[in-house]
């Protein structure tokens, strides 16, 4: 029944790995996001995806690279991991059919720390 | 340039005290959104409320009240007679109106602690 899940909810690895975080969403919406939490609990948008589409990308490093398969998934690869990567990333996913008003509603979070 | 403030970094009570968070947002926008979200120790993030920026009532569920103030910028959490569950981060968030940007815009969070 949870609405956002994703997988891992912990990861832990070292630095110059690729690693990847699975986000799922059974809500029916179009649109799905990426967030980053650091250590000081401040949260911002990483990309954003509307039916499959990359509408937002905001300024995240090329290591960085969302997939979506299709609009119930969006997948988050990291490349080349750096001790700086080590934070909170949440999925979102909100209706994607009236943007400002729509409340995104977020998966549990992965827990990333890159040793 | 949207931006939201969370002055309060820690607020402390104890048990059925009432509290209020305040959010201070600013945009140029004259339709926006506001939001409050609760992230307990557990870590997820849960959405508590959303107000237009057309409405200025005050909204009441339950223990939980909110101020929405245009006139000072300000969207306000009131937590009635606190308990020890209600310890958590509250966020407040801004979303801008038109286009596809549909980011969220967080503030700092605030963290409360309530004391049995």
């Known amino acids: 029944d949870t609405a956002v899940s994703q997988t891992p909810k912990y990861l832990v690895t070292q630095m110059g790995n690729d690693k990847s975080i699975k986000c799922e969403q059974n809500?029916?919406?179009?649109?799905m996001y990426w967030y980053k939490q650091d250590s000081k609990k401040f949260l911002k948008i990483m990309f954003s995806?509307?039916?499959?589409?990359?509408?937002i990308n905001e300024t995240v490093p090329n290591r960085f690279s969302p997939k979506s398969p299709d609009k119930a998934h969006l997948n988050l690869h990291i490349n080349s991991l750096e001790l700086g990567d080590s934070a909170v990333y949440f999925c979102?996913?909100?209706?994607?059919?009236?943007?400002?008003?729509?409340?995104?509603?977020f998966g549990p979070g992965t827990r990333l720390l890159v040793l | 340039a949207q931006k939201v403030t969370q002055a309060q970094t820690e607020i402390s009570v104890v048990e059925k005290e009432d509290v209020t968070l305040d959010c201070v947002y600013e945009?140029?926008?004259?339709?926006?959104?506001l939001f409050w979200y609760k992230q307990p120790p557990s870590g997820e993030l849960v959405f508590l409320i959303r107000?237009?920026?057309?409405?200025?009532q005050n909204e009441i569920s339950g223990r939980y009240s909110w101020n929405f103030q245009k006139s000072t910028s300000s969207f306000n959490f009131t937590i009635t007679a606190s308990q020890v569950v209600d310890s958590a981060v509250y966020f407040c968030?801004?979303?801008?109106?038109?286009?596809?940007?549909?980011?969220?815009?967080f503030g700092t969070g605030t963290l409360l602690a309530v004391q049995p």
């Open positions: 979102a996913s909100s209706q994607g059919l009236d943007f400002p008003k729509e409340t995104q509603y």
């Open positions: 809500l029916g919406h179009d649109t």
């Open positions: 995806y509307n039916n499959k589409e990359l509408i």
């Open positions: 945009t140029r926008d004259t339709t926006y959104y």
């Open positions: 107000r237009n920026s057309f409405d200025e």
């Open positions: 968030a801004l979303t801008n109106y038109g286009g596809a940007t549909n980011k969220l815009i």
